[in-house]
């Protein structure tokens, strides 16, 4: 407990800037260094910090009970990614937990008061929170100890009020307090205005012509359609991403769907959920209440992983009931989605494997024939949901070359990619890539053994870091969203040659068509006979 | 390390104690009578106040944590017990856990053995050593009901039967010892390889604290003391049977004869039964009341309701209209009022302008 985390370029994040935190109203706004000595904490700040504590032992059982029962059996000491490929011991899920509990000890309970260390009770001082700030960063709250734990102590949990009681502090990361700014200000995190988000659309619109052959013209804002459909705007703005997105406009022109874009509600994800409840609460309203606005019957939400933590755990709690919406029901082909009864809103995965379940997509899967394919889970949809299955139903259905990674990997053992709740910093590159060293390693395996080249995703954080994580340990491994592969083997009515794929790279799928020259037939038949 | 020693020397001066105590200075009610009551009233009272008191903290948020498929469409398998959607199905997964340590039962390592590539393997010890310890702690404590009550339960006598099986195989020896009960060597056995595993592997070592050594050597100690008592002074069970009466019937007597080894014995365990409530033994009742495995993943299906969510501030949408209208209407988006309209709304308010300022959305829970 003693040795001092000690912040060194690779293994820390920006601190928040003064700006972002005036925007939404965050204490202690200032522009301060993590590497400085004195981080300007405010007079009263041991006050706040145990007034902080006391109200969250009060509001969450969770908190309560995690901070009494760990057995410190060790169970879930080597499960977590951070502590795999930093080696610190502090990364240790149950360290993680003894960061604060000891000061729980120490402050809050007879024992540890009186005898302290014996007690393992600890004293509050300025560099507890510097700690507190280094290690609770380096947590992405993936939930993965929590699966090992006789009790289910979840650590994600504790460093989610962490996280919560050192922003009191206005000790936030930069990546995070800009996004939840721009979030609140321009309705995703981004900060794309409405017309740039619209601009955004239409060139990869302009691409769907180019690549596939088909003009698209979808609604924003549009008033009386049916549904609304949301996702992170990461998948609007930067490869391989974008792919994704051009994935979603070609499904939902394929089936006919009457829906409509937000540039209100224009971010699935929710930066918020890093910071605090509170904040989680702030920038989620915007999707039932743009959903109430445009008067849509239920809404449709797009691969991402925090942002299915929130919609799927906590979205109804905290800004619902959403008694103006009605239950979903998919109007091509009539499945009404009990599961989503309540909260009334539905991932695109089990949207679409609901379609192909019911034969209404137009499947080619040999469009992805240059591709051997491999899953990851996200840990928020694996172990904060349970979407397993219906990507895996997805992918079997649009590729014809699909492998699992080992299971340890998988499902609910899956590794995060050492990138998520808000850590997706290019400052902390050193350290997200030890953290994703174990995600990595398992691709690896599938890669060298069954020859995998495609990892794909149901997470737009995966998509934005996945390429940098397998190009440092990995080369030579792309990573796509399901929902490209999808749009990959959709027929589209009227489409071109598709001579090209969405990537604008040339299909090596595409076979020209007979009665194209001579010349090129026979060599389309030679390589298929090789 | 220091807990380390804490620790044994806590527990030998325990020991010492009641040595002292009954040997040296012959408090037998001490130790008989007022001690047990006290540790007893501590242990219920203690065990209840915890109890309470975490269930005073609300759940504000359902959030299990699914170990499996959830149920969505009606075709995908639903994996029930690791990821509920019904209370029957967390009943299930809490008995699995309770009954099982289904989660241990999940433990792999991983080691870098091989060169670069992490392998994980299966790593049951913990588990096994666990289940060995809770079910045989458990079986100890129903046997230990013989002395308390009178006549002795028909399946008290079963598991004792059950438990005490080797002793067919000792008699054909003709080692003339009590009945060799499985249960109390298992429980040292048990409580012995946890202690071990939690000296020898390192990461275990490093995370522990005074309080995590004191219950293990204290619970080695009982086992120890109990053993000591049964087999090799055979202290007189049927005067410890009176005290034990005495006790459960509320007219305590304090037979003479009784070895101070059996104090001793006595001793520990209501230390540890004082001690409970305060510990983390609690744990016993905190795995019933965890959120993360006592909550059905309904989520989206159920509303669930946060006792204490309040208001909070938003950018409402017409904010965000007055901030890019213009640029919208450019761009052909839809707006809900035209830039004449919102300038005509605002001509009038201007000598008020503190209005829109603060936009708290209304609350649909009271
Ligand atoms: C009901 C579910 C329970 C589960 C899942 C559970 C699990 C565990 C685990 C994993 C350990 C850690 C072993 C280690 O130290 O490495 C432990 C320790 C212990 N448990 Fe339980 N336990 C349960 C109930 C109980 C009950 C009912 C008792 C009642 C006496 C109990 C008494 C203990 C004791 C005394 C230890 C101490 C050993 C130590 O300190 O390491 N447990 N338990
Ligand atoms: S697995 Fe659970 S009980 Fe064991 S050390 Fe980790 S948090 Fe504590
Ligand atoms: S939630 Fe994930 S990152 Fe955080 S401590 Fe647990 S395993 Fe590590």
Not at chain 2, 249 to 274: E, K, N, Q
Request: proline share 5%; with cysteine; hydrophobic share 40%.
């Amino acid at each position: 407990m003693d040795t001092k985390p000690e912040f060194k370029p690779g293994n820390y994040l920006y601190a928040a800037k003064a700006s972002a935190l005036e925007t939404v109203g965050l204490p202690n706004p200032r522009d301060w260094n993590p590497t400085d000595d004195d981080w300007k904490l405010p007079a009263d700040w041991k006050g706040v910090v145990r007034e902080g504590i006391a109200q969250r032992l009060e509001r969450f059982r969770t908190f309560k009970l995690f901070m009494d029962i760990c057995v410190r059996c060790g169970a879930c000491a080597d499960k977590c990614h951070f502590f795999i490929g930093s080696g610190d011991p502090k990364n240790m899920p149950v360290l993680r937990a003894e960061l604060i509990r000891s000061i729980y000890r120490g402050e809050f309970k007879t024992a540890g008061k009186i005898l302290g260390r014996l007690a393992g009770g600890r004293k509050l001082t300025e560099e507890v929170i510097k700690e507190w700030f280094y290690y609770f960063f380096q947590c992405t709250e993936c939930r993965r100890c929590s699966v090992f734990c006789p009790y289910g102590i979840d650590t994600a949990e504790i460093t989610i009020i962490a996280r919560e009681i050192i922003n009191l502090l206005g000790c936030n990361i930069d990546w995070i307090a800009s996004p939840v700014a721009n979030c609140f200000m321009t309705g995703n995190h981004l900060g794309l205005k409405p017309h740039t988000f619209k601009e955004n659309a239409e060139y990869l619109l302009d691409d769907i012509e180019e690549y596939v052959g088909v003009k698209i013209e979808p609604s924003f804002n549009r008033k009386g359609a049916e549904i609304l459909f949301v996702t992170p705007s990461g998948d609007i703005f930067a490869e391989p991403g974008i792919f994704t997105f051009m994935g979603y406009l070609m499904l939902f022109e394929h089936i006919g769907l009457d829906y409509t874009w937000s540039t209100y509600a224009s971010e699935g994800g929710n930066f918020g959920f890093f910071t605090s409840h509170e904040m989680m609460k702030r920038l989620n309203a915007k999707m039932y209440a743009e959903a109430e606005r445009l008067g849509v019957k239920w809404i449709l939400g797009g691969e991402c992983g925090h942002m299915w933590r929130v919609v799927h755990q906590y979205m109804n709690t905290l800004n619902g009931p959403p008694d103006f919406l009605d239950q979903p029901v998919n109007p091509i082909t009539g499945t009404r989605f009990d599961n989503a009864a309540s909260t009334k809103m539905v991932h695109i995965s089990e949207f679409t494997a609901d379609l192909i379940k019911n034969n209404k997509l137009k499947l080619d899967p040999s469009q992805n024939d240059h591709y051997t394919v491999t899953f990851h889970d996200s840990c928020n949809t694996s172990r904060g949901m349970g979407l397993l299955e219906e990507p895996r139903y997805i992918i079997n259905n649009v590729c014809n070359n699909f492998v699992d990674m080992a299971p340890q990997t998988i499902r609910e053992n899956t590794f995060c990619c050492g990138s998520g709740s808000g850590l997706n910093a290019g400052e902390y590159l050193e350290m997200r890539l030890r953290g994703g060293l174990p995600r990595a390693n398992a691709v690896k395996r599938v890669a060298e053994d069954k020859g995998v080249n495609m990892l794909s995703c149901v997470c737009a954080i995966d998509r934005a870091v996945f390429p940098a994580l397998m190009d440092y340990w990995v080369p030579g491994t792309d990573v796509c969203g399901v929902t490209e592969l999808v749009a990959n083997a959709l027929v589209m009515e009227g489409q071109g040659e598709r001579e090209y794929n969405l990537r604008g790279e040339e299909n090596p799928s595409y076979v020209p068509p007979p009665e194209s020259e001579g010349e090129a037939e026979g060599e389309a038949g030679e390589e298929g006979e090789e | 390390m220091i807990g380390f020693l804490f620790s044994v020397v806590a527990v030998l001066v325990l020991v010492g104690i009641a040595l002292v105590g009954v040997g040296g200075l012959g408090l037998k009610v001490l130790f008989g009578v007022i001690i047990p009551y006290a540790a007893v009233l501590t242990f219920f009272a203690g065990l209840v106040y915890r109890v309470v008191d975490w269930g005073r903290s609300p759940v504000p948020f359902r959030i299990p944590t699914t170990c499996g498929q959830e149920k969505s469409l009606p075709w995908i398998k639903t994996n029930k017990v690791d990821n509920p959607c019904s209370g029957g199905m967390v009943l299930l997964r809490m008995a699995f856990e309770v009954l099982t340590f289904r989660s241990l039962f999940r433990n792999m390592k991983l080691d870098y053995r091989q060169g670069p590539t992490i392998r994980y393997s299966s790593e049951k010890f913990l588990w096994l050593f666990a289940m060995m310890f809770h079910w045989a702690f458990l079986v100890v404590i129903i046997r230990h009901a013989r002395f308390f009550t009178e006549p002795i339960a028909q399946w008290l006598q079963g598991i004792e039967h059950l438990d005490g099986f080797l002793e067919f195989n000792l008699a054909t020896f003709g080692i003339g010892l009590p009945t060799i009960q499985m249960s109390g060597l298992i429980l040292l056995g048990g409580v012995t390889l946890l202690l071990v595993r939690r000296i020898v592997v390192p990461s275990v070592r490093y995370i522990s604290l005074a309080s995590d050594w004191f219950p293990l050597f204290l619970i080695t100690f009982i086992a120890l003391t109990g053993i000591l008592a049964r087999y090799v002074i055979r202290v007189d069970v049927v005067k410890i049977k009176e005290l034990a009466m005495g006790l459960a019937t509320f007219h305590p007597v304090v037979p003479d004869g009784i070895s101070v080894w059996f104090y001793v014995h006595f001793f520990l365990v209501c230390v540890l039964f004082a001690y409970f409530p305060f510990s983390k033994l609690m744990h016993l009742g905190g795995v019933f009341l965890s959120p993360t495995r006592n909550l059905v993943n309904n989520s989206r299906a159920v509303l669930h309701v946060n006792p204490w969510s309040y208001p909070v501030k938003t950018h409402a949408y017409h904010e965000y209209e007055d901030d890019f209208r213009e640029q919208m209407i450019e761009a052909g988006l839809p707006v809900e009022k035209t830039l004449e309209e919102a300038a005509a709304e605002k001509a009038p308010a201007a000598p008020a302008p503190a209005e829109a300022d603060t936009e708290v959305t209304e609350e649909k829970e009271d």
